[in-house]
């Protein structure tokens, strides 16, 4: 089965930058929407932020524009989170994502990976 391998959480304190990384089959990586999810204790997953097959495209949830920048190494078929200025309410467990089209709504991922943990002190 076809999985999405992340790396990079960890724990810091408030205002500090983790760098999130999804190594992403090439057949995924050159054709699909890459997304991160995340998952915070006793929430609902939400999108965090997507790009789309070109880099061209990207989309970031109001509460982390500004802070965090996803973006995509073609070479390296790799996705990547930068996240600065850290803060509690970012703990989560961050998800690895792809589906073949964009929208906001979390349904319909095709592929995901296992999860990383990003835990933010105050």
């Known amino acids: 089965q076809v999985q999405l391998q992340e790396s990079g959480g960890g724990s810091v304190q408030t205002g500090g930058a983790l760098r999130l990384s999804c190594l992403v089959p090439?057949?995924?990586?050159?054709?699909?929407?890459m997304f991160w999810v995340r998952r915070a204790p006793g929430k609902e997953r939400e999108i965090v932020a997507s790009?789309?097959?070109?880099?061209?495209?990207?989309y970031h949830r109001k509460s982390v524009e500004g802070r965090f920048r996803i973006s995509r190494q073609s070479g390296e078929n790799t996705v990547y989170l930068q996240m600065n200025n850290l803060k509690p309410e970012d703990t989560a467990v961050y998800y690895c994502?792809?589906?073949?089209?964009?929208?906001?709504?979390?349904?319909?991922?095709?592929?995901w990976g296992k999860g990383t943990l990003v835990t933010v002190s105050s």
């Open positions: 790009i789309d097959r070109t880099g061209g495209s990207t």
């Open positions: 994502a792809a589906r073949d089209y964009f929208n906001e709504h979390i349904t319909d991922m095709d592929y």
């Open positions: 090439e057949s995924i990586f050159s054709t699909y929407w």
